[in-house]
């Protein structure tokens, strides 16, 4: 009979520590979800953040008017486009002899004639803005533009 209330009580103590233990461990994990539903409704006021700052940085006007100020990109006109047999051969590549440059090969003034700036015709603006849109999101993509390394930068 001793041997029974002795059975039960340690029964009744180890339900007890166990009871304890389980209510800690639930507050933690309530105070933890507390702390991950504070830190979601920090970066949703942070993505709208970044959300306006991205429509203000691509707004249309304003990239057009900074791509004249800074890029003097124009829409292609037919004075401007070559054949490719008129282009020359870069420099340390050995032209076949069939293919061997001649006086055509040099620049036309006609070509080197200053071209108007982007904004003067909005259609010539799209590609150019597409084209570094996709540089800037798929630069390691194949099938990606490429443009010159800027001074001074490693690759």
């Known amino acids: ?11 009744v103590v180890g339900g007890g520590v166990s009871l304890f233990m389980l209510k800690y461990k639930v507050q933690g994990l309530e105070n933890e979800l507390i702390g991950r539903q504070e830190q979601v409704l920090k970066d949703r006021a942070a993505v709208r953040v970044l959300q306006a700052e991205w429509t203000y940085l691509n707004d249309p006007e304003r990239l057009r008017r900074l791509s004249a100020e800074h890029l003097g990109f124009a829409p292609a006109t037919p004075k401007n486009i070559a054949d490719i047999s008129s282009l020359p051969y ?21 070509i080197e004639a200053k071209v108007q700036p982007a904004s003067a015709d909005p259609k ?6 597409l084209t570094r849109i996709q540089h800037l ?9 490429t443009f010159p390394a800027k001074k001074g930068a490693q690759p």
């Open 90 to 110: 870069r420099a340390g590549v050995d032209a076949p002899a069939s293919q061997a440059p001649t006086a055509s090969v040099l620049p036309r003034p006609e």
């Open 1 to 11: 009979m001793r041997a029974s209330y002795f059975l039960w009580g340690a029964l």
């Open 124 to 129: 010539g603006f799209a590609p150019i803005l």
């Open 137 to 145: 999101l798929f630069s390691n993509s194949a099938g990606a533009a």
